[in-house]
């Protein structure tokens, strides 16, 4: 079964570079989630797209977008690159709201120098 | 402010044994709780929660909600190595699209 394809898996960037992660849901999956998660820390909220629009924002740098676009994958951009940017992002995505249930993509290791 | 909190952060048992996670939360407009495994790799779901009382089941894996004490529980009997994990609480609440996700358990089984 197709699951959530993120790419690129591993991306090294050096401070104040930018870098652009991607995301491509599953089928028919119209909601999209990005989250960010730390060495150790739990997943923290970044933004979520309902049909191509934002539907919530957590807590995104504002040196960070996101869109969604027409056949549903999102980028999420991230500029001015800092080291506390180092993370693993996930992508997930869920079939309709409500349902509660996220299927998550493998993520992808930013790692900023 | 919106919060899910689990207990405790780490935990270490032996193979065999039984074990309970909690989850606690507070968040304005509760639509559900869930419940994911995670490993190396992304977290995978559990389960969903919505109505207290009902124990949701699925192997040696069980959970239950009270939505009035504003807590779940996660059971593992019979506990195996495999099942050494991060085990994610989250929280969806019900007026966009925003999943909280508390700390998280570090479960490690020793063999």
Redesign the interface.
Known sequence: AAGVIQSPRHLIKEKRETATLKCYPIPRHD?V?W?QQGPG?????LI???EKMQ??K?SIPDRFSAQQFSDYHSELNMSSLELGDSALY?CASSLA???????????SRLTVL | EDKVVQSPLSLVVHEGDTVTLNCSYEVTNFRSLLWYKQEKKAPTFLFMLTSSGIEKKSGRLSSILDKKELFSILNITATQTGDSAVYLCAVDMNRDDKIIFGKGTRLHILP
């Open positions: 909601t989630y989250y820390q739990d997943p923290q909220f979520s797209f309902y539907s919530d957590g996930f709201r409500g349902t509660g249930e996220l299927f998550f993509g493998e993520g």
